[in-house]
């Protein structure tokens, strides 16, 4: 642990790059940008920049390919789209959620499908929960927002599930979720909330300890899980004058304890930024808007951006963007890269990405292949299990998820194996009949449980 620790501290110091890398065909904020399994990116809906005239909402939606560093077009959503969810399933597609309807993007055939129609006809943020369901919690604005919903892949429906106890200010909300399960959930106010999937329901947690939260709208605030088990809350503005919170409120929830405690400050106060964890741990923050005198949308955006270390508790600055953005998309890659999309720059009106590379790159761990020994096995007995894929090395740990005979709900297992073979115990008593492992985390730290989990396919049969 000494000798990660160290590592982590000593890649901190050094500072990044930005560098332009293709255009978008359309313009775009409100867009949402998807990691896929395959690398690429998706790129879906958002609308015309612009805060003087009634803005143009897309369908459209396109592919950036990072080893070429271009975009392409793909398939046309069902239904044109902004300010939506885009989540990747356990099987490899993307939910897209927002307004009354729902449709799946397959990456198979760049096709856009409709799926079940939302409970409540609209979104706030969407995040995956180990079961394979996804949880949308809504903001102010959607109607009865207090009640949240979870949509079924399995069965490509939407149903109601316990109300938010907390709807204050308005914006939208943010999630993370946290080590034992449950997703933490903060829309504006002081009082977080966590949302437990087993029993459907919301609790308040510990208060942020920053009492002019009570202040904020709620807009302009980013949030991002560490590796640690803690989960980082930066930035955001006041309605008072749009004063900066920037200098005092970076704060971080501890899921060990259930209680909030401040961190060191951002070197600049900012708010409808970008928080991106990346590979080696740290965080890259960038963009947004940090002149609080004058807080209209047409404000110069930022082109700083920072760094905060969790080894440290402390941020400091790394290369400035190429171009100033604000409400944009960030995308960490596989190959440890982030790609930034669209917002707003300072003519409103901005087609403009680029690529941050940190000084050290370390591409993401992918599983691509489970093999087992044998197709069928004793319960009682042992089989031996076989990882590959890219990145990986024998001292990782591998999350699973998987469905069992008894149940087409999926369930993960942490740290279900350390390195890339290894023998598995199979219980007597347990259920007999199919087991099949879904998709793979592979992650270098034992605690850190925040990484993407990639789509695989193999079934064990567990008999008499």
């Given amino acids: 642990m000494l000798t990660l620790s160290f590592c982590q501290v000593a890649l901190a110091q050094h500072t990044g790059t930005f560098t332009p890398t293709g255009n978008m065909a359309t313009a775009r904020i409100g867009h949402t940008a998807t990691l896929l399994p395959n690398g690429k990116v998706l790129i879906a809906g958002g609308q015309t920049p612009g805060c003087c005239v009634k803005p143009l909402i897309f369908s459209s939606a396109e592919l950036y390919d990072p080893s070429t560093g271009s975009f392409s077009a793909t398939g046309e959503m069902t239904t044109p789209r902004s300010r939506h969810t885009a989540t990747l399933l356990p099987n490899g597609k993307v939910l897209i959620a927002g307004g009354p309807t729902a449709e799946l993007y397959d990456p198979a055939t760049g096709t856009f499908s409709a799926t079940g129609n939302m409970v409540k006809g609209s979104g706030g943020t969407a995040i995956l929960l180990e079961d394979g369901t996804v949880l949308i919690a809504h903001g102010r604005f959607g109607p009865n927002p207090a009640t949240a919903e979870l949509y079924d892949p399995v069965t490509g429906t939407f149903s109601g599930t316990g109300d938010q106890l907390v709807i204050?200010?308005?914006?939208?909300?943010?999630?993370?979720?946290?080590?034992?399960?449950?997703?933490?959930?903060?829309?504006?106010?002081?009082?977080?909330?966590?949302?437990?999937?087993?029993?459907?329901?919301?609790?308040?947690?510990?208060?942020?300890?920053?009492?002019?939260r009570l202040r904020i709208y709620g807009e302009g605030f980013g949030a991002a899980a560490l590796t640690n088990g803690t989960v980082l809350f930066?930035?955001?503005?006041?309605?008072?004058?749009?004063?900066?919170?920037?200098?005092?409120?970076?704060?971080?929830?501890?899921?060990?304890?259930?209680?909030?405690?401040?961190?060191?400050?951002?070197?600049?106060?900012?708010?409808?930024?970008?928080?991106?964890?990346?590979?080696?741990?740290?965080?890259?923050?960038?963009?947004?808007?940090?002149?609080?005198?004058?807080?209209?949308?047409?404000?110069?955006?930022?082109?700083?951006?920072?760094?905060?270390?969790?080894?440290?508790?402390?941020?400091?600055?790394?290369?400035?963007?190429?171009?100033?953005?604000?409400?944009?998309?960030?995308?960490?890659?596989?190959?440890?890269?982030?790609?930034?999309?669209?917002?707003?720059?300072?003519?409103?009106?901005?087609?403009?990405?680029?690529?941050?590379?940190?000084?050290?790159?370390?591409?993401?761990?992918?599983?691509?292949?489970?093999?087992?020994?044998?197709?069928?096995?004793?319960?009682?007995?042992?089989?031996?299990?076989?990882?590959?894929?890219?990145?990986?090395?024998?001292?990782?740990?591998?999350?699973?998820?998987?469905?069992?005979?008894e149940s087409n709900q999926s369930v993960v297992v942490l740290n279900w194996q350390k390195g890339l073979v290894e023998n598995h115990e199979v219980p007597a008593g347990i259920a007999l009949g199919s087991w099949t492992i879904t998709d793979v985390r592979a992650h270098k730290i034992e605690t850190d449980h925040t990484g993407i989990f990639f789509p695989v396919s193999a079934t064990i049969i567990v008999s008499p």
Avoid at 190 to 209: C, H, M, N, R, W
Avoid at 294 to 321: L, N, V
């Fill in 168 to 212: 204050c200010c308005g914006g939208t909300p943010t999630a993370a979720l946290v080590p034992d399960g449950r997703v933490l959930l903060v829309i504006c106010c002081t009082e977080a909330q966590l949302y437990d999937p087993a029993s459907g329901a919301f609790s308040l947690t510990d208060s942020l300890t920053d009492r002019t």
């Fill in 234 to 405: 930066t930035g955001g503005y006041s309605d008072l004058g749009f004063t900066s919170l920037g200098a005092e409120l970076y704060e971080l929830y501890d899921s060990s304890s259930g209680s909030f405690r401040p961190t060191g400050n951002m070197t600049t106060a900012r708010f409808y930024h970008t928080v991106t964890p990346l590979s080696d741990g740290t965080v890259l923050i960038a963009g947004g808007v940090n002149d609080f005198a004058r807080p209209t949308i047409a404000i110069p955006a930022s082109t700083t951006a920072e760094i905060y270390d969790p080894a440290t508790g402390t941020f400091f600055r790394t290369g400035d963007m190429t171009d100033p953005h604000i409400e944009h998309t960030a995308t960490l890659l596989l190959d440890g890269r982030v790609l930034l999309t669209g917002g707003y720059t300072d003519d409103l009106n901005s087609a403009s990405n680029e690529i941050y590379t940190p000084s050290i790159l370390i591409p993401i761990p992918v599983v691509e292949k489970v093999r087992f020994d044998r197709v069928a096995v004793p319960a009682g007995s042992s089989y031996s299990v076989d990882l590959s894929g890219s990145n990986l090395t024998q001292e990782m740990f591998f999350d699973v998820r998987f469905t069992s005979p």
